[in-house]
Structures are given as C-alpha cells and as structure tokens.
C-alpha cells in the first residue's frame, strides 16, 4: 500500500484516478462514508501494485473487554494472533473474580477464527483501578499465591482460554522480586497445561527510572520468567496531561532500546494505541480533562470542524487544533502514517509482534497496513 496525504482541492474520485485505482478500493481501504468528506492533512492508504516477498511473520495481539461489538469483533479477528480478554481480577486470598459481563461468545468466537484467546489478569480493587495492596499480598502470601494459580489454572481449562497474560501496575518496590516469582510460578503453571504467559511493562528507559509505575518492574527478571512481553509504549499523552502525542516515536524507540538490553527481541511485543485524545485549551494541571476519541472520530472531528490536519517530525503523529462553541481544542491520534513508523520499529529491531489497546474500535486502514506490511502468525 502507499500513502497519500490529502491536499487542498482533492476528492476521492479525483485522488483514484491520480493512482488509477477503483473508486471503491480507496472508500473500503480507508473506510470511508458518503458523501467521502475529506480533511486537508488526511492520511489515506491506495492500494499499489508493489508487492514485498519479503515479510516478516509476527505476533499481532489486541486487548478487548468482554463486552465489545459483534461486528467489531468478527472484523477484527482475521488480522489477530491473540486476543487478550480483559480482565479478571482477584480477591487477597487468591479467588479469582471473573468481569462483569459474559465473556462465552468472545472466546469462542476467537476460538472459531484460529485465534488464541487469553485470560488477562489484573488486580483491580473494587473501584475498577489498579490496587497495589492486593499485588502486595497476594505475591507475598504463598498460600493465597497457590490458591490464585490453581483458580486461574482451571478457569484457563474450562473456558477455553489459551493463554495468560499478566498485567499488573502501580508495583510496589519492595514487592519487585517477589512479583518475578509469582509470575515464574504462573508461567510453571500454565506451561505444565500446554500454554504460554506474557507480562505487561510500563514503558521504562532505564533501570534507575523513578515512579510507583516503574520502580516495580524488572525488566529482564520478568523477560526472564514469562514467554513474552509487552511494551506499554502509549500514555504519553493521557487523559490528565497536556496535550500532546499518545505515542511519540521518539520516545518509543528509546523505550525499546532500553528493554533490548534486558529482554531478547523475540520475546518482544510493541504496544501500538487504538485511539487519541481531544483536549480543551488552554490546558490547567489538575483541572483538564481529555476525552478518548477512536481513529476514525479523529478524523470526523477535523472534517466537521474544517481543520488542517499536522503532522509532527519528531513525533511522528497527526495532530490539529479547532475551535468549537467558542472553545479551543487540540487533537492527537494515530494514522496510517504514525502506524508505519511503528511497525517499522518492529522491523527494525526484528522484535516479536504488535498488541494493541484496545480493539473495541474497529480502524481497518490500521489492519490492512499490518498485513500488508507484515505476515500474521496463528502459531
């Protein structure tokens, strides 16, 4: 595929016969609804007639809560390796609590597509966030420890899940070696079951790096003890921060740099951002709040508004500012340009796969251009 940056003038069909494709190959390819607005700025993908022989096969993974969309769901399986249910938490003395809403069709749908479903395993606390006193007495407790991996053992046999990935934040310090060994004992659990366990990592750049989101993640001690890893290398920009790119290449190359020292690359996933924020200006610490927006949204946001979509050098990420209701915004998303450099990370440092959060919004441009650019595993 190539990609076209929208200019001023342009339209889909004028854009079709520049490439001398079909009209309807650049609708679907992009997806696109009538009338076919477009923003200046806009990344579109046009097929070409280039083909690469030469693919590397990856791990493509994406998270999903029990709850998403029949159709988003069926779209998006075919281009997935795995998909990480989220989540089940547990109790301090190792009973494992199932989420909230039925999660039968997910697994077997996945099931049905070839696709590994994984149990995700997170400690959330009552208020739905991540509590650290659980992981506190749950890796420091071995008999709530043997309780919790034999729940999780036999809910990963009678559902039919295929995996266990492991997905705890906010660590103490002094928990950091004790959670290394739980997470061995899992991984010695599910192993002896015919599967594997991955571990989710907060995006560090040094071992020194401070903060209760870094200071308990071992980098290599995990890397050790799980069969793969993700990099968590979006949150940049973020619901409570200033405005500015989720996932800016540069700082996502110095992430890998660092885990490539304590981590093999083939155990190595990308963690890639399904989605953008839109902030209200001028921003106030403490006070701002961002909202989510999907890929798509992003766009229509700039095509409703009249905005000139930017494309940031060093980031590596589309972003556009608009003026609603008398108030100031500023967005910033993923497209497919953002996406390529991302996957050419992967390439580059010839690491394992992608996993996206989350897959609840389905962005098909994204899905092509990971299967045009690469081969997807379903080992």
């Known amino acids: 595929m190539d990609i076209y940056v929208v200019k001023q003038g342009d339209s889909v069909d004028s854009i079709a016969t520049q490439f001398g494709v079909p009209v309807e190959s650049v609708v679907y390819n992009n997806q696109l609804e ?29 998270y999903a809560y029990p709850y998403i969309q029949r159709d988003v769901l069926l779209e998006t399986l075919p281009y997935l390796s795995g998909i990480y249910l989220f989540s089940y938490g547990f109790s301090t003395d190792g ?3 199932p989420p909230a809403a039925d999660d039968t069709f997910l697994i077997e749908s996945a099931l049905e597509n070839g696709v590994r479903p994984i149990l995700t395993l997170t400690p959330f606390g009552e208020d739905g966030s991540f509590n650290n006193f659980l992981i506190h007495q749950i890796v420091n407790n071995e008999e709530s420890a043997r309780t919790l991996i034999e729940n999780l053992t036999e809910t990963v046999q009678q559902k039919g899940f295929q995996g266990v990935d492991i997905d705890f934040e906010y660590i103490m310090p002094a928990d950091r070696q004790a959670y290394v060994a739980f997470v061995e004992n899992v991984r010695q659990a599910i192993h002896a079951i015919g599967y594997e366990v991955s571990v989710a990592l907060a995006p560090k750049t040094s071992d020194e790096q401070r903060g209760l989101l870094y200071e308990g993640k071992d980098y290599e001690g995990l890397g050790r003890v799980s069969d793969s890893v993700l990099l968590m290398t979006y949150e940049w920009g973020y619901t409570y921060g200033p405005p500015m790119a989720v996932a800016p290449i540069n700082e996502v190359r110095r992430v ?10 083939e155990k190595i996933n990308l963690g890639i951002p399904n989605y953008g924020y839109d902030w209200t200006l001028p921003y106030v610490r403490g006070e701002s709040v961002a909202t989510a927006v999907s890929l798509r949204r992003a766009v229509e946001i700039a095509i ?13 990420s589309p972003y556009f500012g608009y003026e609603k209701d008398g108030v100031a915004h500023e967005v910033w998303f993923e497209d497919v340009r953002s996406l390529r450099e991302k996957f050419s990370l992967v390439t580059e440092y010839d690491l394992r796969g992608v996993v996206y959060w989350q897959i609840m919004r389905f962005f098909r441009p994204n899905w092509i251009l990971l299967s045009d650019t690469f081969l997807l595993s379903r080992e």
């Open 34 to 62: 009538a009338p076919y607005r477009l923003a200046i700025g806009q990344a579109l993908l046009i097929p070409s007639d280039d083909v690469d022989s030469q693919k590397r096969q990856i791990w493509s993974g994406g």
């Open 95 to 97: 009973m494992l609590l």
């Open 256 to 265: 890998v740099e660092y885990a490539l020292t304590r981590i093999p690359a």
């Open 304 to 316: 409703e508004n009249d905005a000139v979509i930017r494309y940031d050098p060093v980031a590596m």
